[in-house]
Every structure is written in structure tokens, then in C-alpha cells.
């Protein structure tokens, strides 16, 4: 595979992404414009695949009170959605995604994908392959390869591209970035982020029993290349994200919210290395195995950057409850969020929550008496709605100016779920048994253009996967 420009986002872009979004004003028809290109003054034609839990919430702020279409509903499972047939019962609907695309392909202008992180790539690739514009909920994709190919095919497709971390169209990330560029925390070279997940099932040691398959569910479809495996409700809905075949664990999950903040505002690239210490997962055998290895309960991931500057810069993630040592500048009563971020700066340091919502100085007293620097990066408007409306807005100005646009393409989004999933390697080389012996517990050194470890080759195997069932990602 070739490289990506990890940079492709620039400071600069961050500033005008506010008013590109807003600057649309031309008017000409949907034809006139030609494939992938929609005029400003029409309604956005959109399909959407997984359309229960967060697809309700993606698809009603896409929707927007009849802003734009909602043309076709794809769900594997109809319990998951019941509540969006209701409401859009003039939309097609299917089980099978590539069925959608087939028969639609000429109705529809852009994609909302809400599926389990496995199928992530599968349902985006041939979308983007098809000139439809996509926005793919976070992770990016399951695994790092998958993610630098979607990457890449942002460029190829000219189609514009959002992932679904709301936060990056937040208030909170404005106003650190805001801070740092302003001086207020000097160099910042070490950053703790964490988050209080699970609140699904992980570190699981089996599941038993034998369950038959709801008749509303399609389960072959849900497993689609995953290996196949008898069907428990312990996997769905969402309590698949403790288990590799179709989550990333909490890393995964969080990581894409949380680690963005630092990522975007000390513009890091892809890890230099990482080192995880995990708590342990002790597994049985049941029914020959036919269940999939659990994301542990709690990890801690220490990366390590350079930033923008050429500096280095090191990072440390906490999941599972585990939280950094609470700074001695914050008093007893105040304490760490559940989610959150810390910026140890030369000059001061920064707490904030998740998205880098809330920030503050430490001591807290310093907010009072320290000048904030002014408000100097275009703010998008919306509070959560504001993210899919951002992307909408984008696509209806064509790939480019679009790309521009919008607050988290896949040119930015794809780096920032690779260092993300990065840290899944050591998490998941930990326990790696290598003939009778734990041999993972180590140090990995990344080559993050090549996405090769080079210091433990088995741990590769989890930069890319198996396809199993007849599927294929091309």
C-alpha cells in the first residue's frame, strides 16, 4: 500500500473549516453538477446502513427536521430498526448492504454507516467505489490497514468524508487548540488521556449455552468476514465491542474522542512506539472454541510522538476505571473527570473532559486571574448535530471544497484511528503465546508509513485480518 500524508489537515484548514461549511452559495442543479457533486440548493440524498442505537441518532441529526433525504435504510437486524422504518417509511429498506448499493446507487449521494467496527471498511470502500460520499461512524475501521485504505481512497474517489467524532466539531477542541498556538502552556511534551470504559462486557472468560437466532436477525450478515461462531446474545446488539472479531475494546472505542484532542492540537503523526500492561483475560474452552477472544478489562498504553515541532512527545492512555496520578494542583474536592485529558506544559497545565470539553488551567484559581487569548478558529454551528450537518454541508460543495470542509475527513481521521489502533497491538501482543512461552510483554517499535512493527514480528498480525466467508476488501 502506498503512504499517506498524515498532515493533510493542516492549522489552516482547522480555521477556515467554519466558514467553507457556511460559504456555499452557488445555485446549480443536481445534474448539471455530474457524480459526487451535489448543488447547494438541493436536499442530500442519503442512505444509511446500521440504523438502531447510534445509527438513530446519526440519521436524525443528518435528517435535521427535513433538511435533507433519508432515501434508503439497510439493518441486518429489524429489531434495531423498527424505530427508523417508522420514521422514514417512504425509505427503502434492506438487510444486505451491497444489495442497497446495487439497486440505489443511482438514487443515493452520500452513505451514513453505523455497523459494528468490523464491517466498518466493507460497507465504506465500495460506497466511496461507487462516487457517494461517506460518514463512517469511529472508529474509522478495524484495523489499520483497513484504515489506511480508506484513507487513500478519499483521494481516489474525490468524495468527501467525515468520522463520526462529534468532538471534533466541539467547542472543547477549539479552545485548547486556542490555548496551546496562543503560548498559555509553553511545550507540551507529555499528555495523559483516559477514559471510564467498558460499559460493555470485556475481559470475559466464556459464554455459555446454546441460543437460537432471533427470526429478525440476519446473523450470517452481522458476522460478514468474521469467522463464523454459534450465535449468542452476549455479542449484540453492542456488546460486541469487548471482542477482537468485531471491536476494538475500549482503546478503540474512546480513543477516537479523546486522544483527538492532542492529536490534532500538538500535531502528532503515527507513534514511534508503544508498551501496554493489560489485566489478564483467562480463558476456557467451550464448544471447540466457537467464541472470539475478549478485549481486556483495563489497559494502560504508554505512546510515544513527535510533534509538530519535531519534539517528542509522550502519551499515556488509561481504560477500564485506571486513571493518571491526580496533579498536586488540584485540590481533593476536585478530582479527575471520568473521561478526560491532562497537557503537562512547560508554562501550565491544561485538565479537560472528554473532547476537550471544559478546560482549565491548574491550579483552577489560575482561571481567574489569566487572561484567555481571544477566540481565533471559526466554530461550527450546532451543538452533536453540528458534526453531520458539517459533513452534509460539505458534500453539497463538491470533493474540493468539501474535503476542506469538514472537521474530521478520513485525511486526518484515518492517521488519528491508526495511532489509536496502534496501541491495540500492544494491548493485544501482551498475552501472545509464541510456543509455550508469553513472549508479547515488550516495547513495540512502530513504522508507521510501512505499518510494520520491527521489533516483534508477530505482532503484525494484527495490522490487517483474515477475511473469511467469501468476503473481500479491494
Known amino acids: 500500500m502506498e503512504t499517506t500524508d498524515k498532515s493533510a489537515v493542516s492549522r489552516r484548514d482547522f480555521i477556515k473549516t467554519g466558514s ?24 442530500l440524498n442519503i442512505a444509511a446502513v446500521g440504523v438502531g442505537g447510534k445509527g438513530v441518532v446519526n440519521l436524525t441529526q443528518a435528517y435535521n427536521n427535513g433538511s435533507d433525504n433519508i432515501v434508503a435504510l439497510c439493518d441486518v437486524d429489524d429489531r434495531q430498526a423498527k424505530e427508523m422504518r417508522r420514521q422514514f417509511p417512504k425509505a427503502a429498506y434492506y438487510k444486505d448492504f451491497r444489495v442497497m448499493l446495487e439497486k440505489e446507487k443511482n438514487n443515493i449521494d452520500a452513505v451514513m454507516v453505523t455497523t459494528p467496527d468490523h464491517l466498518h471498511a466493507l460497507v465504506a470502500l465500495p460506497a466511496m467505489q461507487l462516487g457517494k460520499h461517506v460518514y463512517v461512524e469511529k472508529p474509522l475501521a ?48 507529555e499528555v495523559h488521556v483516559w477514559s471510564d470504559r467498558p460499559l460493555w462486557p470485556q475481559g470475559l472468560q466464556t459464554l455459555t449455552g446454546k441460543h437460537a437466532i432471533p427470526k429478525e436477525l440476519d446473523f450470517d450478515l452481522w458476522l460478514g468476514p468474521a469467522p463464523k461462531r454459534s450465535y449468542h446474545p452476549g455479542l449484540l446488539p453492542f456488546k460486541w465491542r469487548g471482542w477482537w472479531e468485531y471491536g476494538t475494546g475500549a482503546l478503540g472505542d474512546m480513543g477516537c474522542h479523546i486522544m483527538d484532542v492532542p492529536f490534532k492540537v500538538l500535531g502528532l503523526g503515527y507513534p514511534t512506539e508503544a508498551h501496554a500492561s493489560v489485566s489478564q483475560v483467562f480463558f476456557q474452552d467451550w464448544e471447540a472454541a466457537t467464541l472470539p477472544d475478549s478485549c481486556p478489562a483495563a489497559s494502560i498504553i504508554h505512546f510515544k510522538y513527535q510533534n509538530a515541532k519535531g519534539q517528542p512527545v509522550n502519551m499515556t492512555w ?39 470539553s471544559n478546560p482549565r488551567l491548574l491550579p483552577t484559581s489560575k482561571m481567574a486571574e489569566t487572561t484567555l487569548p481571544a477566540k481565533s478558529l471559526a466554530r461550527i454551528p450546532g451543538a452533536h448535530e453540528g458534526h453531520q450537518q458539517n459533513w452534509i454541508k460539505a458534500c453539497k460543495m463538491g470533493y474540493e471544497e468539501g474535503r476542506k470542509a469538514t472537521t474530521s ?15 491495540n497491538l500492544a494491548v493485544r501482543s501482551y498475552n501472545l503465546k509464541v510456543g509455550n512461552k508469553y513472549v508479547g ?23 490487517s485480518r483474515v477475511y473469511n466467508n467469501g468476503w473481500k476488501l479491494a
Open 20 to 43: 467553507l461549511v457556511l460559504g456555499a452559495a452557488m445555485i446549480v442543479p443536481r445534474h448539471v453538477l455530474g457524480r459526487g457533486f451535489v448543488a447547494p440548493s438541493d436536499k
Open 142 to 189: 478495524h484495523n489499520i490497514a483497513e484504515a489506511r485504505l480508506l484513507t487513500q481512497a478519499e483521494v481516489k474517489y474525490r468524495v468527501v468524508t467525515q468520522m463520526g467524532n462529534q468532538g471534533a466539531s466541539g467547542e472543547g477542541i477549539r479552545q485548547v487548540q486556542e490555548w496551546y498556538d496562543s503560548g498559555l502552556l509553553g511545550e507540551v511534551n
Open 318 to 356: 488509561y481504560d477500564g476505571g485506571l486513571q493518571p496520578t491526580t496533579p498536586d494542583e488540584m485540590t481533593p474536592s476536585e478530582g479527575l473527570p471520568p473521561n478526560g485529558m491532562i497537557f503537562v506544559g512547560s508554562k501550565n497545565k491544561l485538565v479537560a473532559e472528554m473532547w476537550g
Open 409 to 423: 475527513p478520513f485525511s486526518f481521521a484515518g492517521p488519528l484511528t491508526e495511532t489509536v489502533l496502534m496501541g
Open 441 to 463: 510483554r515488550k516495547k513495540l517499535i512502530w513504522d508507521g508509513p510501512n505499518m510494520k512493527i520491527t521489533n516483534f514480528d508477530e505482532a503484525n498480525q494484527y495490522v
